[in-house]
């Protein structure tokens, strides 16, 4: 008998997800765009992606942009989330989210996490559901 060990994802981090909707997304939209990210959050944390063909066929509208950058839609092509992924740890750090007009004024294959850009100053240690 050999050990047997969990193939959960670890997503880096919730909290930027919930600060985005708090933060960046209009109060009337809010409920929905949580929704949609609480989906793509749940199917990340189950995913059992190897490599990004894997991920590809499971999100056909994902953007390969490298073999450890990946760029998903959220709400349609509302909302775009740009991840770093690492296939080997079985991790997916969440770098940018923005809507599709931010996006278009980034370097997705180059843009680095801002924490500004999420924290919630009503939630100084980022821990609010």
Request: cysteine-free.
């Amino acid at each position: 008998m050999g050990a047997w060990y969990s193939r959960r994802v670890r997503i880096i981090a919730q909290s930027t997800l919930k600060g985005f909707v708090r933060k960046r997304v209009d109060p009337a939209l809010r409920r929905v765009v949580q929704g949609h990210l609480d989906i793509w959050y749940l199917e990340a944390l189950r995913a059992e992606w190897r490599n990004s063909a894997e991920l590809k066929a499971q999100h056909g509208s994902a953007s390969i942009l490298s073999a450890d950058r990946v760029v998903f839609n959220i709400k349609g092509n509302d909302f775009r989330l740009v991840a770093a992924i690492s296939y080997e740890y079985l991790s997916i750090r969440v770098l940018w989210l923005g809507t599709h007009r931010e996006y278009d004024s980034i370097d997705a294959k180059e843009v680095r996490y801002d924490k500004r850009r999420y924290h919630d100053p009503s939630d100084p240690d980022g821990r609010r559901p």
